[in-house]
Protein backbone atom coordinates (compact mmCIF):
# COMPACT_ATOMS: atom_id res chain seq x y z
CA UNK A 1 0.00 0.00 0.00
CA UNK A 2 2.98 2.65 0.59
CA UNK A 3 5.02 1.70 -2.23
CA UNK A 4 0.98 2.18 -4.32
CA UNK A 5 1.11 5.30 -2.40
CA UNK A 6 4.94 6.80 -2.69
CA UNK A 7 4.33 5.88 -6.92
CA UNK A 8 1.31 7.85 -7.26
CA UNK A 9 3.28 10.91 -5.45
CA UNK A 10 5.87 11.08 -7.83
CA UNK A 11 3.38 11.01 -10.98
CA UNK A 12 0.92 13.21 -9.38
CA UNK A 13 3.94 15.85 -8.88
CA UNK A 14 5.48 15.23 -12.21
CA UNK A 15 3.56 17.67 -13.64
CA UNK A 16 4.07 20.30 -11.57
CA UNK A 17 7.82 19.55 -11.47
CA UNK A 18 7.80 19.71 -15.37
CA UNK A 19 6.15 22.63 -15.75
CA UNK A 20 7.97 24.51 -13.00
CA UNK A 21 11.15 23.95 -14.02
CA UNK A 22 10.08 24.35 -17.63
CA UNK A 23 9.02 27.88 -17.37
CA UNK A 24 12.45 28.55 -15.49
CA UNK A 25 14.53 26.93 -17.32
CA UNK A 26 13.71 28.05 -21.12
CA UNK A 27 13.44 31.41 -21.98
CA UNK A 28 12.31 30.88 -25.99
CA UNK A 29 9.94 28.36 -26.13
CA UNK A 30 6.65 27.36 -27.44
CA UNK A 31 3.66 26.66 -25.33
CA UNK A 32 1.76 23.34 -26.18
CA UNK A 33 -1.57 23.34 -25.98
CA UNK A 34 -2.26 21.58 -22.67
CA UNK A 35 -0.65 24.76 -21.33
CA UNK A 36 1.53 22.39 -19.44
CA UNK A 37 5.47 23.01 -20.40
CA UNK A 38 6.80 20.60 -21.00
CA UNK A 39 10.89 20.50 -20.81
CA UNK A 40 11.05 17.58 -23.58
CA UNK A 41 9.06 19.71 -26.30
CA UNK A 42 11.39 19.81 -29.10
CA UNK A 43 9.91 24.06 -30.04
CA UNK A 44 12.20 25.18 -27.17
CA UNK A 45 15.70 27.09 -27.24
CA UNK A 46 18.15 25.50 -24.79
CA UNK A 47 19.40 27.72 -22.14
CA UNK A 48 22.87 26.88 -20.47
CA UNK A 49 21.96 25.25 -17.20
CA UNK A 50 23.45 27.71 -14.67
CA UNK A 51 24.73 24.01 -12.96
CA UNK A 52 25.80 20.93 -13.85
CA UNK A 53 22.73 18.17 -13.01
CA UNK A 54 23.40 16.93 -9.77
CA UNK A 55 22.14 13.15 -9.34
CA UNK A 56 19.41 11.96 -6.36
CA UNK A 57 18.39 9.23 -5.05
CA UNK A 58 15.30 7.39 -5.21
CA UNK A 59 14.45 8.57 -1.56
CA UNK A 60 15.26 12.18 -2.21
CA UNK A 61 13.54 11.76 -5.36
CA UNK A 62 10.28 10.56 -3.40
CA UNK A 63 10.85 13.07 -0.59
CA UNK A 64 10.64 16.10 -3.11
CA UNK A 65 7.25 14.64 -4.55
CA UNK A 66 5.89 14.23 -1.21
CA UNK A 67 6.90 18.00 -0.40
CA UNK A 68 5.64 19.20 -3.71
CA UNK A 69 2.08 17.50 -3.38
CA UNK A 70 2.06 18.69 -0.01
CA UNK A 71 2.65 22.10 -0.90
CA UNK A 72 0.07 21.42 -3.84
CA UNK A 73 -3.12 20.31 -1.95
CA UNK A 74 -2.03 22.94 0.91
CA UNK A 75 -2.21 25.64 -1.88
CA UNK A 76 -5.57 24.51 -3.18
CA UNK A 77 -7.14 24.63 0.33
CA UNK A 78 -5.94 27.99 1.17
CA UNK A 79 -6.74 29.55 -2.52
CA UNK A 80 -10.40 27.22 -2.91
CA UNK A 81 -12.47 28.60 -0.78
CA UNK A 82 -15.17 25.88 -1.64
CA UNK A 83 -12.23 23.22 -1.61
CA UNK A 84 -13.86 20.11 -0.19
CA UNK A 85 -13.34 16.49 -0.16
CA UNK A 86 -15.81 14.11 -1.44
CA UNK A 87 -16.51 10.66 -1.50
CA UNK A 88 -14.82 8.33 -4.67
CA UNK A 89 -17.36 7.42 -6.79
CA UNK A 90 -16.25 4.85 -9.34
CA UNK A 91 -16.98 4.68 -13.06
CA UNK A 92 -20.12 2.16 -13.25
CA UNK A 93 -18.10 -0.28 -15.37
CA UNK A 94 -14.76 0.31 -14.11
CA UNK A 95 -12.85 -2.74 -13.15
CA UNK A 96 -11.86 -1.11 -9.83
CA UNK A 97 -15.22 -0.98 -8.99
CA UNK A 98 -16.06 -4.81 -9.93
CA UNK A 99 -13.38 -5.77 -8.10
CA UNK A 100 -14.16 -3.96 -4.83
CA UNK A 101 -17.86 -5.16 -5.06
CA UNK A 102 -16.91 -8.92 -5.46
CA UNK A 103 -14.17 -8.25 -2.28
CA UNK A 104 -16.37 -6.62 -0.52
CA UNK A 105 -19.27 -9.25 -1.16
CA UNK A 106 -17.03 -12.34 0.13
CA UNK A 107 -16.47 -10.14 3.19
CA UNK A 108 -20.01 -9.89 4.17
CA UNK A 109 -20.71 -13.43 3.07
CA UNK A 110 -18.18 -14.36 5.20
CA UNK A 111 -19.74 -12.81 7.98
CA UNK A 112 -23.02 -14.24 7.70
CA UNK A 113 -22.01 -17.51 7.51
CA UNK A 114 -20.05 -17.09 11.07
CA UNK A 115 -22.96 -15.69 12.25
CA UNK A 116 -25.40 -18.40 11.20
CA UNK A 117 -23.34 -20.97 12.84
CA UNK A 118 -24.74 -22.64 15.78
CA UNK A 119 -23.47 -21.31 17.64
CA UNK A 120 -22.37 -18.33 15.85
CA UNK A 121 -18.97 -17.35 15.68
CA UNK A 122 -18.39 -13.75 16.01
CA UNK A 123 -14.62 -13.06 15.24
CA UNK A 124 -15.22 -10.96 12.38
CA UNK A 125 -18.11 -9.33 13.66
CA UNK A 126 -15.72 -8.49 16.87
CA UNK A 127 -12.99 -7.13 14.65
CA UNK A 128 -15.54 -4.56 12.92
CA UNK A 129 -17.08 -3.27 16.42
CA UNK A 130 -13.45 -2.57 17.08
CA UNK A 131 -12.83 -0.26 13.62
CA UNK A 132 -16.06 1.22 14.50
CA UNK A 133 -15.04 2.01 17.74
CA UNK A 134 -11.67 3.76 16.65
CA UNK A 135 -13.68 6.02 13.89
CA UNK A 136 -15.78 6.86 17.14
CA UNK A 137 -13.34 8.22 18.68
CA UNK A 138 -11.59 9.46 16.32
CA UNK A 139 -14.69 11.82 15.77
CA UNK A 140 -14.27 13.22 19.61
CA UNK A 141 -12.39 16.27 20.15
CA UNK A 142 -10.34 16.95 23.46
CA UNK A 143 -13.26 18.08 25.38
CA UNK A 144 -15.47 15.01 25.11
CA UNK A 145 -14.63 13.19 28.22
CA UNK A 146 -17.86 11.81 28.71
CA UNK A 147 -18.74 10.95 25.16
CA UNK A 148 -15.24 8.96 24.74
CA UNK A 149 -15.63 7.00 28.73
CA UNK A 150 -19.10 5.70 27.14
CA UNK A 151 -17.79 4.22 24.10
CA UNK A 152 -14.53 2.66 25.87
CA UNK A 153 -16.91 1.24 28.29
CA UNK A 154 -19.72 0.01 26.12
CA UNK A 155 -17.37 -1.05 23.00
CA UNK A 156 -14.90 -2.72 25.17
CA UNK A 157 -13.36 -4.82 22.90
CA UNK A 158 -11.96 -7.95 25.66
CA UNK A 159 -15.59 -7.66 27.79
CA UNK A 160 -17.02 -8.39 24.14
CA UNK A 161 -14.96 -11.56 23.17
CA UNK A 162 -15.92 -12.54 27.05
CA UNK A 163 -19.13 -12.73 26.33
CA UNK A 164 -19.27 -14.02 23.15
CA UNK A 165 -17.19 -17.10 24.39
CA UNK A 166 -19.61 -17.52 27.17
CA UNK A 167 -22.96 -17.06 24.74
CA UNK A 168 -23.70 -13.74 26.23
CA UNK A 169 -23.38 -11.14 23.76
CA UNK A 170 -26.16 -9.37 22.27
CA UNK A 171 -24.92 -7.62 19.20
CA UNK A 172 -28.06 -5.88 18.66
CA UNK A 173 -27.92 -3.67 21.55
CA UNK A 174 -24.08 -3.15 20.47
CA UNK A 175 -25.44 -2.06 17.17
CA UNK A 176 -28.19 0.18 18.68
CA UNK A 177 -25.70 1.73 20.80
CA UNK A 178 -23.15 2.33 17.96
CA UNK A 179 -26.52 4.06 15.96
CA UNK A 180 -26.85 6.37 18.95
CA UNK A 181 -23.61 7.66 19.38
CA UNK A 182 -23.54 8.23 15.54
CA UNK A 183 -26.50 10.31 15.80
CA UNK A 184 -24.93 12.15 18.72
CA UNK A 185 -21.60 13.13 16.42
CA UNK A 186 -22.95 13.22 12.96
CA UNK A 187 -23.63 16.27 11.23
CA UNK A 188 -27.05 17.62 10.81
CA UNK A 189 -27.15 16.61 6.85
CA UNK A 190 -26.50 13.00 8.33
CA UNK A 191 -29.74 12.77 10.23
CA UNK A 192 -32.07 10.93 7.86
CA UNK A 193 -29.10 8.34 6.99
CA UNK A 194 -28.52 7.48 10.40
CA UNK A 195 -32.29 7.45 11.13
CA UNK A 196 -32.55 4.76 8.93
CA UNK A 197 -30.51 2.71 10.24
CA UNK A 198 -32.82 1.55 12.94
CA UNK A 199 -35.24 0.20 10.72
CA UNK A 200 -32.63 -2.45 9.73
CA UNK A 201 -33.02 -5.80 12.06
CA UNK A 202 -30.96 -7.94 9.96
CA UNK A 203 -27.43 -8.00 11.21
CA UNK A 204 -25.14 -8.27 8.60
CA UNK A 205 -26.96 -5.59 6.37
CA UNK A 206 -26.77 -3.34 9.55
CA UNK A 207 -23.18 -3.40 10.14
CA UNK A 208 -23.08 -2.68 6.31
CA UNK A 209 -25.12 0.13 6.28
CA UNK A 210 -23.29 1.71 9.48
CA UNK A 211 -20.16 1.22 8.07
CA UNK A 212 -21.18 3.22 4.82
CA UNK A 213 -22.36 6.00 6.87
CA UNK A 214 -19.34 6.28 8.87
CA UNK A 215 -17.39 6.72 5.44
CA UNK A 216 -19.36 9.88 4.85
CA UNK A 217 -18.74 11.07 8.38
CA UNK A 218 -15.26 10.83 7.95
CA UNK A 219 -15.80 12.68 4.68
CA UNK A 220 -17.71 15.55 7.14
CA UNK A 221 -15.20 15.60 9.71
CA UNK A 222 -12.64 15.91 7.13
CA UNK A 223 -14.08 18.86 5.31
CA UNK A 224 -14.92 20.52 9.02
CA UNK A 225 -10.96 19.88 10.19
CA UNK A 226 -10.45 21.72 6.88
CA UNK A 227 -12.27 24.71 7.19
CA UNK A 228 -11.15 25.33 10.98
CA UNK A 229 -7.29 24.73 9.47
CA UNK A 230 -7.21 27.12 6.78
CA UNK A 231 -6.62 30.46 8.73
CA UNK A 232 -3.42 28.64 10.20
CA UNK A 233 -2.78 26.92 6.84
CA UNK A 234 -2.22 30.66 5.20
CA UNK A 235 0.99 31.62 6.77
CA UNK A 236 2.41 27.97 6.75
CA UNK A 237 1.76 27.86 3.25
CA UNK A 238 3.15 31.16 2.15
CA UNK A 239 6.34 30.12 4.08
CA UNK A 240 6.65 27.12 2.66
CA UNK A 241 6.04 27.77 -0.95
CA UNK A 242 8.84 30.60 -0.78
CA UNK A 243 11.33 28.95 0.81
CA UNK A 244 10.73 26.09 -2.02
CA UNK A 245 10.47 28.41 -4.44
CA UNK A 246 13.76 30.32 -3.24
CA UNK A 247 15.67 27.06 -3.43
CA UNK A 248 14.39 26.76 -7.06
CA UNK A 249 15.78 30.09 -7.92
CA UNK A 250 19.13 29.62 -6.42
CA UNK A 251 19.79 26.58 -8.56
CA UNK A 252 18.37 28.36 -11.19
CA UNK A 253 18.80 32.06 -11.37
CA UNK A 254 16.78 32.49 -14.71
CA UNK A 255 13.89 31.45 -12.64
CA UNK A 256 12.52 35.03 -12.88
CA UNK A 257 12.92 36.07 -16.37
CA UNK A 258 8.98 35.88 -17.31
CA UNK A 259 8.12 37.47 -14.39
CA UNK A 260 10.50 40.24 -14.90
CA UNK A 261 8.95 40.39 -18.61
CA UNK A 262 5.44 40.37 -17.38
CA UNK A 263 6.08 43.24 -14.72
CA UNK A 264 7.72 45.28 -17.68
CA UNK A 265 5.12 44.98 -19.49
CA UNK A 266 2.34 46.15 -17.22
CA UNK A 267 4.78 49.42 -16.27
CA UNK A 268 5.12 50.12 -20.12
CA UNK A 269 1.09 50.00 -20.26
CA UNK A 270 0.56 51.89 -17.11
CA UNK A 271 3.20 54.62 -18.35
CA UNK A 272 2.12 54.85 -21.86
CA UNK A 273 -1.79 55.69 -20.23
CA UNK A 274 -0.49 57.75 -18.05
CA UNK A 275 1.50 59.78 -20.64
CA UNK A 276 -1.50 59.67 -22.93
CA UNK A 277 -4.18 61.27 -20.61
CA UNK A 278 -1.44 64.10 -19.31
CA UNK A 279 -0.63 65.02 -22.49
CA UNK A 280 -0.13 69.17 -22.16
CA UNK A 281 -3.68 70.86 -23.34
CA UNK A 282 -2.71 73.67 -26.25
CA UNK A 283 0.26 73.88 -26.08
CA UNK A 284 1.20 74.03 -22.49
CA UNK A 285 3.76 72.51 -20.65
CA UNK A 286 3.62 68.74 -19.70
CA UNK A 287 3.91 67.69 -16.04
CA UNK A 288 6.61 66.33 -14.27
CA UNK A 289 8.27 63.17 -16.00
CA UNK A 290 8.00 62.19 -12.11
CA UNK A 291 4.15 62.11 -11.64
CA UNK A 292 3.94 59.87 -15.04
CA UNK A 293 5.66 56.67 -12.93
CA UNK A 294 3.23 54.59 -11.47
CA UNK A 295 3.28 53.16 -8.11
CA UNK A 296 4.55 49.47 -7.60
CA UNK A 297 1.25 48.27 -5.98
CA UNK A 298 -0.38 49.59 -9.26
CA UNK A 299 1.92 47.76 -11.78
CA UNK A 300 1.51 44.64 -9.88
CA UNK A 301 -2.21 44.63 -9.97
CA UNK A 302 -2.24 45.91 -13.88
CA UNK A 303 0.10 43.11 -14.17
CA UNK A 304 -2.59 40.78 -12.58
CA UNK A 305 -5.22 42.10 -14.87
CA UNK A 306 -2.82 41.29 -17.60
CA UNK A 307 -3.57 37.75 -16.61
CA UNK A 308 -6.95 37.46 -17.50
CA UNK A 309 -6.51 38.24 -21.09
CA UNK A 310 -3.52 36.07 -21.60
CA UNK A 311 -2.39 33.97 -24.52
CA UNK A 312 -2.34 30.75 -23.52
CA UNK A 313 -0.88 29.25 -26.53
CA UNK A 314 1.65 31.28 -27.65
CA UNK A 315 3.03 33.14 -24.33
CA UNK A 316 4.80 31.04 -21.19
CA UNK A 317 2.99 32.03 -17.86
CA UNK A 318 5.07 33.77 -15.42
CA UNK A 319 6.55 31.47 -12.94
CA UNK A 320 5.58 32.86 -9.85
CA UNK A 321 1.91 32.46 -10.94
CA UNK A 322 2.31 28.94 -12.61
CA UNK A 323 0.81 27.07 -10.31
CA UNK A 324 -2.33 29.00 -10.51
CA UNK A 325 -2.28 28.80 -14.36
CA UNK A 326 -5.45 26.78 -14.59
CA UNK A 327 -7.21 28.77 -12.26
CA UNK A 328 -6.14 32.24 -14.02
CA UNK A 329 -7.45 30.01 -17.32
CA UNK A 330 -10.79 29.61 -15.71
CA UNK A 331 -11.23 32.63 -14.24
CA UNK A 332 -10.43 34.45 -17.94
CA UNK A 333 -13.74 32.26 -19.40
CA UNK A 334 -15.99 33.40 -16.69
CA UNK A 335 -14.63 37.36 -17.47
CA UNK A 336 -14.80 36.60 -21.33
CA UNK A 337 -18.87 34.98 -20.62
CA UNK A 338 -19.59 37.40 -18.46
CA UNK A 339 -18.74 40.08 -20.97
CA UNK A 340 -21.01 38.56 -23.65
CA UNK A 341 -23.98 38.19 -21.17
CA UNK A 342 -23.86 41.83 -20.07
CA UNK A 343 -23.00 43.16 -23.74
CA UNK A 344 -26.33 40.99 -24.55
CA UNK A 345 -28.55 42.58 -22.00
CA UNK A 346 -27.55 45.77 -22.40
CA UNK A 347 -28.28 45.61 -26.22
CA UNK A 348 -31.96 44.17 -25.46
CA UNK A 349 -32.68 46.52 -22.23
CA UNK A 350 -31.83 49.37 -24.60
CA UNK A 351 -33.83 48.88 -27.69
CA UNK A 352 -36.90 47.33 -25.19
CA UNK A 353 -37.30 50.16 -23.38
CA UNK A 354 -38.20 51.53 -19.85
CA UNK A 355 -41.33 49.02 -19.12
CA UNK A 356 -39.48 46.01 -19.64
CA UNK A 357 -36.10 47.39 -18.04
CA UNK A 358 -37.99 48.20 -14.54
CA UNK A 359 -39.56 44.74 -14.36
CA UNK A 360 -36.98 42.87 -12.48
CA UNK A 361 -38.44 39.42 -12.56
CA UNK A 362 -37.94 39.48 -16.73
CA UNK A 363 -34.32 40.68 -15.96
CA UNK A 364 -33.52 37.95 -13.72
CA UNK A 365 -35.37 35.16 -16.20
CA UNK A 366 -33.79 36.58 -19.90
CA UNK A 367 -30.09 36.75 -18.01
CA UNK A 368 -31.07 33.04 -17.07
CA UNK A 369 -31.85 32.08 -20.55
CA UNK A 370 -28.75 33.39 -21.90
CA UNK A 371 -26.53 32.24 -19.35
CA UNK A 372 -27.64 28.60 -20.16
CA UNK A 373 -27.24 29.22 -23.72
CA UNK A 374 -23.60 30.63 -23.19
CA UNK A 375 -22.48 27.87 -21.02
CA UNK A 376 -20.17 26.08 -22.75
CA UNK A 377 -18.56 28.73 -24.09
CA UNK A 378 -14.95 27.75 -22.65
CA UNK A 379 -14.96 24.89 -24.56
CA UNK A 380 -12.81 24.39 -27.84
CA UNK A 381 -16.29 23.27 -30.03
CA UNK A 382 -18.36 26.40 -28.88
CA UNK A 383 -19.65 28.59 -31.77
CA UNK A 384 -20.11 31.84 -30.33
CA UNK A 385 -21.85 33.24 -33.49
CA UNK A 386 -24.79 30.60 -33.80
CA UNK A 387 -24.93 30.83 -29.75
CA UNK A 388 -26.06 34.30 -30.25
CA UNK A 389 -28.54 33.88 -33.26
CA UNK A 390 -30.37 31.45 -30.96
CA UNK A 391 -29.78 34.05 -27.84
CA UNK A 392 -31.18 36.80 -30.38
CA UNK A 393 -34.24 34.63 -31.59
CA UNK A 394 -34.87 33.50 -27.88
CA UNK A 395 -35.00 37.27 -26.88
CA UNK A 396 -37.25 38.47 -29.10
CA UNK A 397 -39.73 35.61 -28.07
CA UNK A 398 -39.69 36.66 -24.61
CA UNK A 399 -39.86 40.19 -25.67
CA UNK A 400 -42.82 40.14 -27.13
CA UNK A 401 -44.25 37.99 -23.86
CA UNK A 402 -43.34 40.70 -21.62
CA UNK A 403 -44.42 43.59 -23.85
CA UNK A 404 -48.10 41.94 -23.82
CA UNK A 405 -48.11 41.49 -20.02
CA UNK A 406 -47.44 45.16 -19.97
CA UNK A 407 -50.07 46.31 -22.10
CA UNK A 408 -46.57 47.91 -24.25
CA UNK A 409 -47.10 47.65 -27.99
CA UNK A 410 -44.99 45.13 -29.26
CA UNK A 411 -42.00 45.86 -30.99
CA UNK A 412 -42.07 46.31 -34.78
CA UNK A 413 -39.87 44.18 -37.23
CA UNK A 414 -37.28 46.35 -38.18
CA UNK A 415 -36.61 46.87 -34.38
CA UNK A 416 -36.21 43.33 -33.91
CA UNK A 417 -34.14 43.35 -37.10
CA UNK A 418 -31.81 45.87 -35.09
CA UNK A 419 -31.93 43.81 -31.96
CA UNK A 420 -30.90 40.59 -33.19
CA UNK A 421 -28.18 42.13 -35.21
CA UNK A 422 -26.98 44.09 -32.37
CA UNK A 423 -26.89 40.82 -30.17
CA UNK A 424 -25.27 38.98 -32.66
CA UNK A 425 -22.22 41.63 -33.01
CA UNK A 426 -21.39 41.21 -29.53
CA UNK A 427 -19.81 38.16 -31.04
CA UNK A 428 -16.69 40.63 -32.34
CA UNK A 429 -14.09 41.27 -29.87
CA UNK A 430 -14.13 44.64 -31.65
CA UNK A 431 -18.08 45.25 -30.85
CA UNK A 432 -17.97 48.78 -29.00
CA UNK A 433 -20.58 47.82 -26.46
CA UNK A 434 -18.32 44.27 -25.90
CA UNK A 435 -15.40 46.35 -25.46
CA UNK A 436 -17.24 48.60 -23.28
CA UNK A 437 -18.82 45.84 -20.76
CA UNK A 438 -14.76 44.67 -20.62
CA UNK A 439 -13.77 47.90 -19.70
CA UNK A 440 -16.01 48.20 -17.00
CA UNK A 441 -15.56 44.96 -15.75
CA UNK A 442 -11.76 45.24 -15.58
CA UNK A 443 -12.16 48.63 -13.78
CA UNK A 444 -14.52 47.33 -11.28
CA UNK A 445 -11.90 44.37 -10.27
CA UNK A 446 -8.50 47.08 -9.82
CA UNK A 447 -10.74 49.06 -7.79
CA UNK A 448 -11.25 46.26 -5.74
CA UNK A 449 -7.96 44.94 -5.74
CA UNK A 450 -6.70 48.42 -4.92
CA UNK A 451 -9.10 48.84 -2.48
CA UNK A 452 -7.20 45.79 -0.52
CA UNK A 453 -10.34 43.26 0.00
CA UNK A 454 -12.47 45.61 1.87
CA UNK A 455 -16.24 45.55 2.32
CA UNK A 456 -18.43 46.87 0.99
CA UNK A 457 -17.58 46.38 -2.74
CA UNK A 458 -17.38 49.36 -5.02
CA UNK A 459 -19.96 50.61 -6.67
CA UNK A 460 -21.11 48.68 -10.18
CA UNK A 461 -19.78 50.18 -13.19
CA UNK A 462 -23.48 51.56 -15.18
CA UNK A 463 -24.60 48.93 -17.48
CA UNK A 464 -23.93 46.00 -15.01
CA UNK A 465 -26.60 46.44 -12.70
CA UNK A 466 -28.40 42.91 -14.57
CA UNK A 467 -24.86 41.04 -13.72
CA UNK A 468 -24.19 42.36 -10.44
CA UNK A 469 -24.37 39.09 -8.23
CA UNK A 470 -21.73 37.27 -11.03
CA UNK A 471 -19.44 40.54 -11.46
CA UNK A 472 -18.71 40.15 -7.46
CA UNK A 473 -18.24 36.75 -7.20
CA UNK A 474 -16.26 36.71 -9.81
CA UNK A 475 -13.72 39.69 -8.25
CA UNK A 476 -13.74 37.88 -4.94
CA UNK A 477 -12.43 34.51 -6.77
CA UNK A 478 -10.09 37.40 -8.74
CA UNK A 479 -8.82 39.11 -5.92
CA UNK A 480 -8.66 36.16 -3.21
CA UNK A 481 -6.09 34.44 -5.52
CA UNK A 482 -4.64 37.48 -6.07
CA UNK A 483 -3.73 38.38 -2.58
CA UNK A 484 -2.09 34.95 -1.62
CA UNK A 485 -0.10 34.88 -4.56
CA UNK A 486 1.41 38.73 -3.46
CA UNK A 487 1.42 37.46 0.01
CA UNK A 488 3.93 34.29 -1.37
CA UNK A 489 6.06 35.77 -3.55
CA UNK A 490 6.01 40.00 -3.23
CA UNK A 491 9.80 40.18 -2.07
CA UNK A 492 10.28 39.32 -5.24
CA UNK A 493 7.94 41.75 -7.13
CA UNK A 494 9.39 44.46 -5.35
CA UNK A 495 12.80 43.76 -5.71
CA UNK A 496 12.32 43.81 -9.56
CA UNK A 497 10.11 46.76 -9.23
CA UNK A 498 12.58 48.69 -7.29
CA UNK A 499 15.31 47.63 -9.92
CA UNK A 500 12.73 48.66 -13.03
CA UNK A 501 11.57 51.84 -11.69
CA UNK A 502 14.91 53.09 -10.67
CA UNK A 503 15.84 52.28 -14.09
Known amino acids: MSENFDKSNVNESNDYEKGLDGAVEHSGEAVQKDVTLDSSSPQRMQRPHSSPPRFVT ?31 ELP ?99 DEEVKKLKDIKEIVPLFRAMFAVLDLMKVDMANFAISSVRPHLMQQSVEYEREKFQRLLERQPNSLDFVTQWLEEASADLMAQRYKHALPAQGEAAGSEDALVPSPVSIQNHAYLKLLKWNHLHRPFPETVLMDQVRFQELQGQLEQLTVLGAVLLVTFSTAGASVCSRADFAERLKTIVKVLLTDMHLPSFHLDEALTTIGEKVCVELRGCLALCGSPTLSTDRETVLKGGIQAVGSHDDPVRRIMESRILTFLETYLASGHQKPLPAVPGGLGPVQRELEELAVKFVRLVNYNKMVFCPYYDAILSKLLRS
Request: aromatic letters at 4%; charged letters at 30%.
Open 58 to 88: VEELLETAKGVTNMALAHEIVVNGDFRIRPV
Open 92 to 190: EDSLEKRVKEIVHKAFWDCLSVQLSEDPPTYDHAIKLVGEIKETLLSFLLPGHTRLRNQITEVLDLELIKQEAENGALDISKLAEFIIGMMGTLCAPAR
